[in-house]
């Protein structure tokens, strides 16, 4: 007789959505800080997620981030004014480090 698989408990499925939830606000918020502002559609082409997975994304970095605001009207995720030049600076640092990293790889023969 086969074994059977054992199921996954609620709690188990409650965590893989927290999970991928997760993950989508973490991507979302990356695409965000890179081009300041990016609508709802970009991002559902960009991602591939869904609308509903985005709006659940969104909850959860409101409840996070507080540099990251909504434009309702027409569906734009956007920086905060006060926060733009901040964000800025620090994704161009980030930008440079990983080319610098990447540099280095190469040197050491690394692929990345």
């Given at each position: 007789?086969?074994?059977?698989?054992?199921?996954?408990?609620?709690?188990?499925?409650?965590?893989?959505?927290?999970d991928?939830?997760?993950?989508?606000?973490?991507?979302?918020?990356?695409?965000?800080?890179?081009?300041?502002?990016?609508?709802?559609?970009?991002?559902?082409v960009?991602?591939?997620?869904?609308?509903?997975?985005?709006?659940?994304?969104?909850?959860?970095?409101?409840?996070t981030?507080?540099?990251?605001?909504?434009?309702?009207?027409?569906?734009?995720?956007?920086?905060?004014?006060?926060?733009?030049?901040?964000?800025?600076?620090?994704?161009?640092?980030?930008?440079?480090?990983?080319?610098?990293?990447?540099k280095?790889?190469?040197e050491?023969?690394?692929?990345?």
């Amino acid at each position: 007789m086969p074994k059977k698989t054992p199921r996954k408990t609620e709690a188990q499925k409650m965590q893989e959505r927290q999970d991928k939830i997760i993950k989508a606000a973490n991507e979302i918020v990356k695409i965000v800080r890179k081009e300041q502002s990016i609508t709802i559609g970009e991002l559902i082409v960009r991602t591939g997620y869904s609308a509903y997975l985005i709006g659940q994304a969104w909850n959860y970095i409101q409840s996070t981030v507080d540099y990251i605001d909504m434009d309702a009207t027409n569906g734009t995720l956007f920086i905060k004014k006060k926060y733009r030049d901040i964000i800025k600076k620090e994704v161009e640092e980030e930008e440079k480090a990983e080319k610098e990293a990447e540099k280095m790889a190469k040197e050491l023969g690394i692929e990345i």
